[in-house]
């Protein structure tokens, strides 16, 4: 089925649930914030140890979990869908590893990643939610 099929074929109460089930705004703050998170944990002053098995699962955030359902059950041929899923995984297996790094005290490496392919991959996953969101409302 093709894009524009696949778009059509979401009418009424259906389309309405799974696009408003998309919070788009609450998704980009949240990972916005993961980049603070890791700042502060390389900087040795997060209150909290980040679980980097958990970070690194793309499944258990608000916005994996929509992805591998509602998304991927009506948006699994839209191309914007399929960019940000995959670069939703790859977010989340580079905040892991920002944070094991920081955690084995080599800060210098953590931020290196942190500032450098984790900032590119937070950006990637921001700008494609909201194409995403433009697309789809």
Do not use: Y
Request: aromatic share 8%.
């Amino acid at each position: 089925m093709g894009v524009l099929s696949s778009f059509f074929s979401l009418f009424g109460a259906e389309r309405e649930r799974v696009v408003a089930s998309a919070n788009f705004p609450l998704w980009i703050s949240a990972h916005k914030a993961w980049k603070q998170r890791l700042e502060l944990t390389v900087a040795g002053r997060h209150p909290e140890r980040v679980d980097v098995e958990k970070a690194r699962r793309d499944d258990q955030c608000d916005m994996g979990k929509w992805i591998l359902h509602d998304g991927e059950e009506h948006f699994a041929d839209h191309p914007t869908f399929l960019k940000l899923k995959s670069e939703h995984a790859h977010f989340h297996r580079c905040a892991a590893g920002v944070a094991e790094m920081a955690h084995r005290g080599d800060a210098a490496s953590a931020g290196e990643l942190l500032h450098g392919e984790f900032s590119d991959r937070s950006d990637k996953v921001i700008g494609l939610l909201e194409k995403l969101e433009r697309e789809t409302r």
